[in-house]
């Protein structure tokens, strides 16, 4: 080989390493998320995922770092299992010890989830309720949850938690008395809630139990692991100047 080509091939290397995504170029990246998840995501009318983990992904990834993103919506605990599985490359969420073992974790959060309290209107312990400084407050109340919701897997072990496959499903058990409570983000029940039209039946205790950061996690054998770096920088970027602000305000 002449020196000129091996300057080129040694150049044509440098370049690829490089380059923020690598061997990623001119791939597409496949996110699954929660289908029933509103506002973070769920699947429109059309069929096509919407809210704001698509909203952000969309504005990080694909406008700024370049690369074509595939959103698809499934049940939450198949969408884990297909990132776990290899099947599909990321997904946004609580980043538990179980998950993190299986992904890679952005440093960044997408969003802060502000976990608070639901009640059915009129509960007999509704005073105690909105006096509860800490988790350990509610052992007593039977807690609502769905199946798949990595925070409560975390957080409430030794509760008394009745599960559901969905989230609409805990808040028509709610309303109809068959439970005490719910735990979870209050942007996400709020705009539930409303869908539901559950609105006057079920009440918040804003008492801001946890805050919860959302991140991508990115399967560990993904190629797509490595730009977590690049997606960190260019969040910082865009909360600075308030380009991620203005996509959570949408849905408010």
């Given at each position: 080989?002449?020196?000129?080509?091996?300057?080129?091939?040694?150049?044509?290397?440098?370049?690829?390493?490089?380059?923020?995504?690598?061997?990623?170029?001119?791939?597409?990246?496949?996110?699954?998320?929660?289908?029933?998840?509103?506002?973070?995501?769920?699947?429109?009318?059309?069929?096509?995922?919407?809210?704001?983990?698509?909203?952000?992904?969309?504005?990080?990834?694909?406008?700024?770092?370049?690369?074509?993103?595939?959103?698809?919506?499934?049940?939450?605990?198949?969408?884990?299992?297909?990132?776990?599985?290899?099947?599909?490359?990321?997904?946004?969420?609580?980043?538990?010890?179980e998950?993190?073992?299986?992904?890679?974790?952005?440093?960044?959060p997408?969003?802060?989830?502000?976990?608070?309290?639901?009640?059915?209107?009129?509960?007999?312990?509704?005073?105690?309720?909105?006096k509860?400084n800490?988790?350990?407050?509610?052992?007593e109340?039977i807690?609502?949850?769905?199946?798949?919701?990595?925070?409560?897997?975390?957080?409430?072990?030794g509760?008394r938690?009745?599960?559901?496959?969905?989230?609409?499903?805990?808040?028509?058990?709610?309303?109809?008395?068959?439970?005490?409570?719910?735990?979870?983000?209050?942007?996400?029940?709020?705009?539930?809630?409303?869908?539901?039209?559950?609105?006057?039946?079920?009440?918040?205790?804003?008492?801001?139990?946890?805050?919860?950061?959302?991140?991508?996690?990115?399967?560990?054998?993904?190629?797509?692991?490595?730009?977590?770096?690049?997606?960190?920088?260019?969040?910082?970027?865009?909360?600075?100047?308030?380009?991620?602000?203005?996509?959570?305000?949408?849905?408010?």
């Open positions: 080989m002449t020196s000129l080509k091996k300057g080129l091939f040694s150049s044509l290397i440098l370049l690829v390493l490089w380059y923020p995504w690598g061997l990623s170029a001119g791939e597409t990246m496949r996110v699954v998320y929660f289908d029933n998840f509103p506002p973070f995501s769920w699947k429109g009318e059309n069929g096509k995922m919407q809210g704001i983990f698509i909203d952000v992904l969309d504005e990080v990834i694909q406008n700024h770092l370049g690369i074509r993103l595939y959103h698809e919506g499934l049940p939450w605990a198949r969408a884990q299992k297909m990132v776990k599985d290899g099947n599909a490359d990321a997904f946004v969420t609580i980043p538990t010890p998950r993190k073992s299986y992904t890679e974790v952005s440093r960044e997408v969003l802060i989830s502000y976990m608070t309290i639901f009640t059915k209107k009129g509960h007999e312990k509704l005073n105690a309720l909105e509860v800490t988790l350990d407050d509610l052992k109340y807690i609502l949850d769905y199946i798949g919701n990595g925070w409560g897997d975390k957080n409430l072990t509760f938690r009745d599960l559901s496959p969905r989230l609409d499903t805990v808040f028509r058990m709610l309303a109809a008395g068959r439970g005490d409570i719910n735990i979870t983000d209050s942007m996400v029940a709020l705009h539930r809630l409303k869908e539901l039209n559950l609105q006057e039946e079920i009440v918040e205790i804003p008492i801001v139990l946890d805050e919860v950061p959302m991140s991508l996690c990115i399967g560990k054998y993904s190629s797509f692991a490595h730009i977590l770096p690049e997606f960190d920088r260019t969040m910082e970027k865009l909360r600075k100047n308030s380009t991620l602000q203005s996509i959570y305000s949408k849905y408010r």
